[in-house]
């Protein structure tokens, strides 16, 4: 995420995962992962189809983000909500896949809903502008052998293992990752140190019908004070609790975020059509510093 330095919540998903997960592949499947001569579906193929198909999907998502300070009662802070839309894009290779996303999700008010724009900061008393995650590209690589699937670098380079095996929890197949990132932080003098846990839940029913699987989500994750909220020397982390599920369509969206989007992030209302393996992937501390690099220069300019 390069995988592993993604740091929103669909990164995890869409990256994390592909370092940290394996889907079962068996000799005499296709390419893609389907058993010869039947109609079923290999978990392979289901769990790539979980990820993306050609055409675009999206993964909404809705939840909350919650200031964890020992000694203190933790705070809930924001309402989380937005998307991630991506699509699968062959690699020139031909050996597999790019699973290329971005991503938009907006912190909120946790008691109305509105979308936030400023935010007072109920532990330093500042008031501060709110960067939501605007994260563009998120994108990871499988490659797909003899049926079974590896998660490899984006320039293909390196191929960091096989997926692991979903376990079965009734009438449904749970696909989970705990990753644990850890990467020097961009513009700050420590280390990005988290926690990125997640559950899928596919029906097993799935297996036997066309068209991608449904997919609902459960997502974990405790990580540092946010870049904006100007929290550095402070103790404490930042905890978020979301559930997500899979869309086939832009227009399944809940009216208000579309409204948003079209007016003033029309770029994430498609998946990416292309992919550059030598582009590194976004986070919410990149695109911050490179906001504020084209913020400084234009007030040189002036």
């Known amino acids: 995420m390069r995988a592993k330095k993604s740091t ?62 020992p000694g203190q009662r933790p705070r809930r802070l924001f309402g989380l909500e937005g998307y991630n839309i991506r699509r699968l894009i062959e690699t020139p ?11 938009i999700v907006f912190y909120t008010d946790p008691r109305t809903g509105e979308v936030l724009w400023e935010w007072e900061n109920p532990f330093t008393g500042e008031k501060v502008e709110v960067f939501h995650i605007t994260n563009d590209p998120v994108n990871f690589r499988v490659r797909i052998r003899d049926g079974r699937y590896y998660s490899v670098s984006l320039d293909g380079r390196r191929e960091f293992g096989e997926m692991r095996p979903p376990q079965e929890w009734e009438d449904f197949y ?5 990753v644990f990132p850890f990467y020097p932080l961009p513009g700050w003098k420590k280390n990005y140190t988290a926690a990125e846990l997640f559950d899928f839940y596919v029906p097993k029913r799935a297996q036997y019908t066309q068209g991608p699987p449904e997919v609902m989500v459960s997502w974990t994750r405790v990580g540092p004070w946010l870049p904006w909220m100007h929290m550095d020397d402070h103790d404490g982390v930042m905890i978020y609790h979301a559930r997500s599920r899979r869309f086939t369509s832009w227009n399944e969206l809940p009216d208000h975020i579309k409204r948003l989007v079209k007016e003033k992030y029309p770029l994430y209302m498609r998946a990416p059509d292309k992919v550059d393996p030598h582009r590194p992937n976004a986070t919410s501390w990149t695109v911050y510093m490179e906001k504020m690099k084209k913020r400084k220069a234009r007030q040189k300019g002036q």
């Open 8 to 69: 929103s919540w669909m990164t995890g998903i869409v990256i994390v995962i592909g370092l940290v997960m394996w889907a079962w592949g068996k000799p005499g499947h296709r390419p893609d992962g389907t058993p010869m001569g039947s109609g079923q579906k290999s978990l392979g193929q289901l769990w790539l189809e979980m990820q993306a198909t050609t055409q675009e999907t999206l993964y909404y998502m809705k939840g909350y983000a919650y200031a964890f300070i």
């Open 93 to 103: 290779e031909k050996d597999g896949y790019f699973v290329a996303t971005r991503e």
């Open 174 to 178: 749970v696909w989970y990752a705990d």
